[in-house]
């Protein structure tokens, strides 16, 4: 039914919006974060597409796709969890609400479009946005924490075209397994590096992010999009910030700042009229 569609889909985009939580939980590195939340969801596409019997080899050039698409998700999440624990979740949030914004750029530059009105318009918007967003008077630490997480707008930005250009009649959870297992690859000889001593809480922590807040979500995200319109679907993922934020409230009593919250607003609307007047 369309209705569950849109609950699963909402369902999805919360338990992304929450997955920044644990960069704050979990007492390790982002790469180690990292290199656990991806093996993990790895090995669970794995069980599901063998059970199912859907695992199935493919050419040489998917797997050279998925490995590009495997480094550069390793580098968005990596960014993304520098970004969560460099500074306040809200203003990591809001400054990875900027992808839609690169996305729009990059798909300008590649397609070498000459600017409309509109098209200018949303990107003052966003500039804008982004620079009330900007922590001026705040620390060292604050302004890290703001350019990683635009780092991590940019590469989920990159990812997402890539996916569009590399892979197109690839299966969602297929495509899925083998970024994630290519993630967990190329970050392997770094993170063998690292102190992984963990506790009972550390390794229950990433076994829920790896399967719940990456595996699952994952999932209900697909299934969703078999029924609910790429233009819907866009505009429902813009809310994963606000799904993050309201958490941060409750966990951590982490309020942002009034022109954060306005700037994040501007980024998040220029984001959602670039996406309404995309054809779906």
Known sequence: ??????????????LFGLAGLFGRWLNLAPIQIVQGRTFIAAISF?????????????????????????????????????????????????????FPFFTLVIEWLLKQEVFRKLDLFLVILSLIGTALIIPWERGESDLAGFIWGLASGLSFAILTILNRRFVKKAKAIDLAFHQDFFAALVLLPFS????????????????????????????????????????????????EPVYGIIAAYFFFAEIPLASSVLGGILILGAGLIAQIRVPT
């Open 192 to 239: 063998l590096f690292l102190d992984w001593t963990l506790n009972l809480d550390d390794i229950g922590l990433l076994l829920l992010l790896g399967t719940l807040f990456t595996a699952v979500s994952h999932l209900l995200f697909v299934t969703a999009l078999m029924k609910v319109p790429a233009k819907t679907a866009a505009l429902i993922a813009a809310l």
């Open 1 to 14: 039914m369309k209705g569950s569609s849109y609950l699963y889909l909402h369902l999805s985009v919360a």
């Open 46 to 98: 794995l069980i599901v597409l063998l059970i199912s019997r859907r695992f199935q080899f493919h050419k040489l050039r998917f797997y050279r796709n998925t490995a590009i698409l495997g480094l550069v998700l390793a580098f968005h999440w990596i960014a993304f969890f520098e970004a969560i624990q460099k500074t306040s979740i809200a203003l990591a949030l809001l400054s990875f609400a900027s």
